[in-house]
């Protein structure tokens, strides 16, 4: 079956630091992985996406995130927090790329950034 | 361009009430996802809907039902609430063809 592990927690950088956020997936066949951001009392906004190709992938807002088969993961990374991106994060696998609705989240990582 | 929209924002039910939840997909869309999001955790899949048939299903049980209308607007029916019903519902919508969810900001609902 699949699921999506994400370590910590929560997790507290300060203003302009790196932030590197942590998800492994258990899965069978290749995954598609996705990484969403949710803000207190919004919904979830897709930050970024791998389907197949370049293993390093680029998303919006600055992040960026690296495919690793052999270590099933998929990391969530930043160069330079800024006090915005206090939000939830959740890592997310789909099993069907032509279908992507039904998708297996992890519990989900709470930044802090302090100033 | 009109994102996903839900209605309710906010409910509150009584054990063993019957309660319906609305969703408006993002334009151009013509597919509805609706997930459960209990308190500290990540979404968890419900169904989902597509050419007003339910398509794939997640672990719920009978008491959540659904339907999809014409215009691919959506309702989430839950019956015979539990206080474990209380979350955040999410409704997301996308195209058949493979594109990414969009969410919309959730109907939170409270059993008491």
């Known amino acids: 079956a699949q699921s999506v592990t994400q370590p910590d927690i929560h997790i507290t950088v300060s203003e302009g630091a790196s932030l590197e956020l942590r998800c492994n997936y258990s899965y069978g066949a290749t995954p598609y992985l996705f990484w969403y951001v949710q803000s207190p009392g919004q919904g979830l906004q897709l930050l970024l996406k791998?389907?197949?190709?370049?293993?390093l992938v680029q998303g919006i807002k600055g992040f960026e995130a690296e495919f690793k088969r052999s270590q099933s993961s998929f990391n969530l990374r930043k160069p330079s927090v800024h006090w915005s991106d206090a939000a939830e994060y959740f890592c997310a696998v789909g099993a069907d790329p032509s279908n992507t609705g039904k998708l297996i989240f992890g519990q989900g990582t709470t930044l802090q950034v302090k100033p | 361009d009109a994102g996903v929209t839900q209605s309710p924002t906010h409910l509150i039910k009584t054990r063993g009430q019957q309660v319906t939840l609305r969703c408006s997909p993002k334009s151009g869309h013509d597919t509805v996802s609706w997930y459960q999001q209990a308190l500290g955790q990540g979404p968890q899949f419900i169904f989902q809907y597509y050419e007003e048939e339910e398509r794939q299903r997640g672990n719920f049980p009978d008491r959540f039902s659904g339907h999809q209308f014409p215009n691919y607007s959506s309702e989430l029916n839950v019956n015979a609430l539990l206080l474990g019903d209380s979350a955040l519902y999410l409704c997301?919508?996308?195209?058949?063809?493979?594109?990414?969810?969009?969410f919309g900001n959730g109907t939170r609902l409270t059993v008491t």
């Open positions: 997301a919508s996308s195209l058949r063809n493979n594109s990414p969810l969009h």
């Open positions: 791998y389907f197949s190709g370049d293993t």
